[in-house]
C-alpha cells in the first residue's frame, strides 16, 4: 500500500525558510511525477511544483524562484525547499503522487507564514 508522510511544516516569519519532506513507502520509481500541492482556506487545492520520472520540474508562477523541489531516490524522498517564504504561501501543503492514473496524497502539513 501506498503511503505519503510529510514533514517540516511549521510556522515561521516572512521571508524565512522551511523544508518539506514526503516520504514514500515504496520506490519512487514507480511514480510518473510527484509533487507539491497546497490549499489555503476558502481556495482550491493548487499545484505547486512538481518533478517527473525523468527528473523534469515545473513550478507555480507565484514561487518560482523561491521554492525548489527534489528527490532523494536512495531514501525515497520528495523535498520542497521554500525560501523567501511570504504570508500568503499561508497553506496546509500536500504531497501528491501518480502512479499511472491513479493518484495518491499524503494527509498534509501546515505551513503558516505570519510576524
Known amino acids: 500500500q501506498v503511503q505519503l508522510v510529510e514533514s517540516g511544516g511549521g510556522l515561521v516569519q516572512p521571508g524565512g525558510s522551511l523544508r518539506l519532506s514526503c516520504a514514500a513507502s515504496v520506490n519512487i520509481f514507480r511514480f510518473n511525477a510527484m509533487g507539491w500541492y497546497r490549499q489555503a482556506p476558502g481556495k482550491q487545492r493548487e499545484l505547486v511544483a512538481a518533478?517527473?520520472?525523468?527528473?523534469?520540474?515545473n513550478y507555480a508562477d507565484s514561487v518560482k524562484g523561491r521554492f525548489t523541489i527534489s528527490r532523494d531516490t536512495a531514501r525515497d524522498t520528495v523535498y520542497l525547499q521554500m525560501n523567501s517564504l511570504k504570508p500568503e504561501d499561508t497553506a496546509l501543503y500536500y504531497c501528491h503522487a501518480r502512479s499511472g492514473v491513479r493518484d495518491y496524497w499524503g494527509q498534509g502539513t501546515q505551513v503558516t507564514v505570519s510576524s
Open positions: 518533478v517527473t520520472g525523468g527528473g523534469t520540474t
